[in-house]
């Protein structure tokens, strides 16, 4: 399975960025589809998760501001990103697992990153 990230910029705090993951093959052959971010000087850690059933998890972080959404037609799972903070800065990982219920950090497949700047 390979995952294509994109979308990434520079956004201004308080702004709204969206991202996108597409993968090779049928979404909903995929169980669960989530993102992960890298900050420099920071452990990897998770933001969001959707599974095929379309149970979705958020971290704490972002919960309230980040929404994710599957697109099934287009095999894309979307992460909006509205209000983000310069904290939400880094390189946003996609990965993704046909187990629904295996941890983030267990993902059988990541994608290549996108940064994300968020700055004044």
């Known amino acids: 399975v390979q995952l294509q990230a994109s979308g990434g910029g520079a956004v201004h705090p308080g702004g709204s960025l969206r991202l996108s993951c597409t993968a090779s093959?049928?979404?909903?052959?995929?169980?669960?589809i989530g993102w992960a971010r890298q900050s420099q000087g920071k452990r990897c850690e998770f933001i969001a998760s959707?599974?095929?059933?379309?149970?979705?998890l958020y971290s704490d972080s972002v919960k309230g501001r980040f929404t994710i959404s599957s697109d099934n037609a287009k095999n894309a799972v979307y992460l909006q990103m509205n209000s983000p903070v310069p904290e939400d800065t880094g390189v946003y990982f996609c990965?993704?697992?046909?187990?629904?219920?295996?941890?983030?950090?267990?993902?059988?497949?990541w994608g290549q990153g996108t940064q994300v700047t968020v700055s004044s």
């Open positions: 990965g993704a697992d046909f187990d629904p219920h295996c941890g983030w950090w267990t993902f059988e497949w």
């Open positions: 093959r049928g979404r909903k052959t995929l169980g669960v």
């Open positions: 959707i599974t095929s059933g379309g149970s979705i």
